[in-house]
């Protein structure tokens, strides 16, 4: 007969595996449902490839030497775009109460949420690294560097697009509009245009709370071998945003369900 | 143990009060109705029981376990079908059915198992691997029903199951949940049907404004407003002016049209019957047929909520 302890640990790991597969079901629903589709995905590509070169073009620097850049702003645009669209789809339906009354922790839905985001915006920055190995035979120097620098920002941003989607409403719009406010500023004082040590004090002290500087870091570290910051800082960086980013969306969604 | 119960629930949102001091309980295997008006409580209500919304103050248990601290354990026990059928139009009635199994924590082969069988009951197998936006409006509130059965509920909550349906859906929903009020299943019913919540429930409460009016079996509720009794008359042919004309028969407090009859409410049915008997007579018309009701649960429901009867529909007075 097993002891209450062993009894308290299964129980727990049944709980565990339960919020996990429940989380996972989440996300494959939003995968099927909202990204796996051939206008999604074209978009999530075209979208920040021509963004990018609205800003790179002209700057007369090797292709090679773009693509850690280009990487960097694809993770943040298809991560953070799709909870943003599918959340308030979903209210609008009324299907965001079935995930809202399910037996599972608000934890698990938000975690959930920000999977289906994460595996998409992996799937999408897959294209550019295919673009840079093969038509411009871009060397990386740490492989194993650039999948940490890459899940990571994708979950980084996944999450953000999760907290966004928090504010109550059934417009996409309204919540692309407030994610715009932030992210595109991003894109601007993360180093992923002008190097940090070309801007500003000013500037370089506001990169620092932007989580695109640490995942635009280690990203150019994976591929140059040199970085402002140690990877393991960009690192330790980022799962702090993770943690504050889930936290939060977690507590909006339940003050506002109130 | 209850399956429900609430005790002191208050719901505040900013100054407007949506549940004031609600208490009531819900016995395991029951059936409970739960009716009102528009913005009377009931969706608050329900919110608050499912664990989506929280009380600004009060408790509810579902079987014991609180809603807002043990909400996981609650909300295990329970199936929960929605007023609108929120089903996701791009998977397939049986992918619908399988994520659904999946958030209640369904084993793999018990969520296949259920699923076959669920929706064999409600007559969508054939259609099990179609996308659901091809559906009819009755074949995905079928879809619903089914979803909110999958982890086999010991408490379903039913918000409006048959509103607007064509009558397959219909009856195929009422035997379903037939079925399972025999086989023990504890269900809290809303609907505007106030009929079906007269054939199907043990007790109804009434809400009105955030409080629960009254809550009894149907048929004790009745008895509280015998005096609200009423004559149905049809005569063999029907006139523009004939509703007026019968409203103004002396005894008549109130005359409505329903169909091809006229039900004439009155507190003296035995007045009432001579007086339409006269009234035939000298408009030189024949009674097809006149019958005695006693008061419906929709005259009880009218009463507690203060609405106003008009032209055989219920309105909020202003």
Redesign the interface.
């Known amino acids: 007969m097993p002891s209450t302890e062993e009894g308290k640990a299964g129980a727990w790991f049944a709980r565990v595996s339960h919020e996990i597969s429940a989380a996972w079901a989440i996300s494959r629903k939003d995968m099927i449902t909202y990204y796996i589709k051939p206008n999604i995905i074209v978009m999530g590509i075209l979208f920040p490839f021509f963004m990018f070169l609205a800003f790179a073009i002209g700057k007369n620097a090797p292709p090679g030497t773009l693509i850690p850049g280009l990487i960097a702003i694809t993770l943040l645009f298809s991560a953070s775009s799709i909870e943003p669209v599918s959340i308030p789809i979903e209210r609008r339906v009324k299907t965001f109460d079935r995930l809202l009354s399910a037996p599972i922790s608000l934890h698990s839905l938000v975690f959930g949420e920000s999977l289906s985001g994460f595996l998409y915006s992996l799937g999408i920055a897959c294209f550019p690294l295919i673009v840079g190995i093969i038509l411009f035979a871009t060397p990386i120097e740490h492989v194993p560097v650039l999948v940490i620098a890459m899940a990571l920002t994708a979950f980084c941003f996944a999450t953000l697009g999760t907290l966004f989607a928090a504010y109550p409403t059934e417009n996409v719009g309204e919540v692309m509009s407030m994610l715009n406010t932030v992210r595109l500023p991003l894109i601007f004082i993360s180093g992923v245009f002008i190097p940090l040590s070309a801007m500003p004090q000013i500037g370089q002290d506001i990169a620092l709370l932007s989580p695109l500087t640490y995942g635009n870091d280690m990203i150019a570290y994976a591929y140059t071998g040199t970085s402002l910051f140690s990877p393991l800082l960009d690192i330790l960086v980022l799962v702090i945003f993770i943690l504050i980013f889930q936290f939060a969306a977690n507590r909006l969604y339940k003050r506002f369900n109130e | 143990m209850h399956a429900i119960e609430v005790s002191h629930l208050t719901k505040k949102f900013g100054a407007l009060t949506a549940l004031n001091d609600v208490n009531f309980s819900v016995d395991v295997g029951e059936t409970f109705g739960f009716l009102g008006p528009n913005g009377a409580g009931k969706t608050t209500t329900i919110r608050i029981l ?5 009380p600004t103050s009060g408790t509810a248990t579902i079987f014991g376990h609180d809603i807002g601290s043990d ?3 609650a ?2 026990s329970m199936g ?1 079908v ?1 007023e ?1 059928s ?6 397939t009635a049986w ?1 619908n059915m399988i ?2 199994a ?4 369904v084993g793999r082969v018990e969520r296949e198992k259920k699923a076959a069988e669920l929706l064999t009951t409600f007559d969508l197998y054939e259609r099990r691997n179609d996308k659901v936006h091809g559906f009819s409006k009755g074949m995905k509130r079928r879809l619903t029903i089914a ?1 909110g059965l999958v982890n086999s509920p010991r408490l379903l909550f039913l918000d409006e199951p048959t509103s607007g349906l064509d009558v397959q859906s219909n009856l195929i929903i009422r035997d379903v949940i037939t079925g399972l009020i025999h086989e023990g299943v504890t269900v809290f019913l809303t609907t505007h049907n106030i009929e079906e919540a007269n054939l199907m429930c043990d007790r109804v409460a009434i809400v009105n404004r955030g409080h629960i009016a009254a809550i009894d079996a149907p048929e004790r509720l009745k008895k509280t407003i015998q005096s609200a009794q009423s004559i149905v008359v049809s005569f063999d042919r029907v006139s523009a002016r004939q509703l007026e004309e019968v409203r103004s028969l002396p005894m008549v407090n109130d005359a409505i049209k329903e169909g091809d009859k006229f039900r004439l409410y009155t507190e003296d049915p035995a007045t009432v019957i001579e007086s339409v008997m006269e009234y035939a007579r000298t408009r030189n018309l024949r009674v097809i047929s006149i019958s005695t009701l006693g008061p419906s649960l929709e005259d009880v429901f009218i009463k507690l909520t203060g609405l106003q009867r008009t032209g055989g529909a219920i309105h909020a007075i202003d």
């Open positions: 499912t664990g989506i919304s929280y909400t996981i354990a909300r295990l929960i929605s609108t929120n089903v996701y139009d791009d998977l992918q994520f659904s999946e958030l209640y924590h979803m």
